[in-house]
């Protein structure tokens, strides 16, 4: 019987892993597609794979690394902050020869996501935002998931914990343990003491690309009414938001969140705008 992980490393079929060392940091890299370059920037948590790329693959030349720490990737004890993730990143992208490309980052992803964007603005097509975390946001803040009992947190990640289900191990299964408590040692060690970035709200404005803010009406990680502080501070943003859906649009509903980034990068330059959409549930 396959494993857990092997059930998600089958969700990159057609995907061509390459292994480049980083300032001496094994880091994986999991690539496929011809076109423009997506790169995808995952969450704090990589069981559920990435099924939801191979919708991309048919246009862009898709990469999706692992962070320092999580997935196949080594460790780095280096790396404490967010802003080491960004320059860990931006090396990674002179070593693949990534001169400008389209960044896509959900959850943790969509913290480094939006720092890299600042710090270079000029490197990015366009910029999508998965429920991103980075924003301290007065009245309304996230939700601490190393407080929620682990019995309760599908419930928090997703509104049909049914969803998660096939990425659960049945079971005793060390792999998928030592997994999860390498990738929540990871998390723990960047937001800990700093769930975010006091000073993130200073600098969106730099963010100088179209950028679109995929968003779960039912996300109980990151309140849909962080939105309006994005929306606000990204000087060329929209607002795209999805019904039935919780903190993971793209493991929730793949097909139809895949779709909205795909119609965003097809966009003119210059169409994104701050408006919020309603995408009904998929039937």
Do not use: C
């Not at 300032?23 to 690539?31: H, K, L, Q």
């Not at 002179?94 to 959850?107: H, K, M, Q, T, Y």
């Not at 060690?189 to 039912?218: C, F, M, Y």
């Amino acid at each position: 019987m396959a494993s857990v992980l092997d059930r998600t490393k089958q969700a990159l079929d057609g995907f061509e892993r390459h292994e480049i060392r980083i300032n001496g940091i094994s880091t994986v890299v999991y690539s496929a597609g011809t076109g423009e370059p997506l790169v995808y920037l995952h969450g704090s948590g990589t069981f559920t794979g990435f099924g939801f790329a191979q919708q991309w693959i048919k246009t862009h030349r898709v990469i999706i690394p692992y962070h320092p720490g999580y997935g196949e990737s080594g460790d780095d004890s280096r790396i404490e902050s967010i802003h080491d993730y960004v320059l860990h990143y931006l090396d990674l992208f002179d070593a693949l020869g990534l001169e400008r490309i389209n960044l896509v980052g959900s959850s943790l992803g969509g913290w480094i996501a939006s720092e890299i964007a600042i710090v270079q603005p000029q490197r990015l097509s366009r910029l999508v935002l998965v429920s991103p975390g980075g924003l301290m946001i007065k009245g309304m803040p996230s939700t601490d998931l190393f407080s929620v009992p682990p019995k309760d947190l599908a419930g928090y990640l997703v509104v049909d914990p049914a969803v998660l289900a096939p990425f659960m191990p049945e079971g005793h299964d060390i792999e998928f343990m030592t997994l999860r408590y390498r990738e929540t040692t990871s998390s723990a060690r960047l937001i800990w003491e700093r769930p975010g970035n006091p000073k993130l709200d200073q600098w969106l404005h730099r963010v100088a690309v179209s950028t679109l803010l995929l968003w779960g009406e039912g996300d109980r990680v990151k309140p849909l009414a962080q939105a309006d502080t994005w929306l606000r501070l990204l000087p060329h943003a929209r607002l795209e938001v999805m019904k039935g859906v919780g903190h993971l649009p793209l493991d929730e509903q793949p097909a139809a969140a895949a779709e909205i980034v795909l119609n965003f990068l097809k966009e003119k330059p210059g169409a994104a705008r701050a408006a919020a959409h309603i995408t009904k549930k998929a039937s």
